[in-house]
Nanobody, 117 residues
Framework: QVQLVESGGGLVQPGESLRLSCAAS????????MGWYRQAPGKERELVAT???????NYGDPVKGRFTISRENAKNTVSLQMNSLKPEDTAVYYC???????????WGQGTQVTVSS
């Protein structure tokens, strides 16, 4: 089992920045992919960004150029730096953990990000 704890969500104005963090604990395998997904009211959950244990990143189109995902493998943490936030970024952001050694993905409880003036 893997437990994911997110932090850093909140209310910000358009154009401002926010940084989310996710800490993984439990039976962690070093070869994995961690990332962030988000779900806005009435919308399907969508990809924000992922990063492999080797540092390969992948971003959803709406956040390219504005968001940066990073990780610190020794601490089993992943962060999402969100710059130039837009109202469209408002959603619950979920941390995700994937590994070939598990038959399922693991998810955090979610953290609310609200971008509004």
């Amino acid at each position: 089992q893997v437990q994911l704890v997110e932090s850093g969500g909140g209310l910000v104005q358009p154009g401002e920045s926010l940084r989310l963090s996710c800490a993984a604990s439990g039976s962690i395998f070093s070869i994995n992919t961690m990332g962030w997904y988000r779900q806005a009211p009435g919308k399907e959950r969508e990809l924000v960004a992922t990063i492999t244990s080797g540092g390969i990143t992948n971003y959803g189109d709406p956040v390219k150029g504005r968001f940066t995902i990073s990780r610190e493998n020794a601490k089993n943490t992943v962060s999402l730096q969100m710059n130039s936030l837009k109202p469209e970024d408002t959603a619950v952001y979920y941390c995700n953990f994937h590994s070939r050694f598990y038959t399922r993905d693991f998810w955090g409880q979610g953290t609310q990000v609200t971008v509004s003036s």
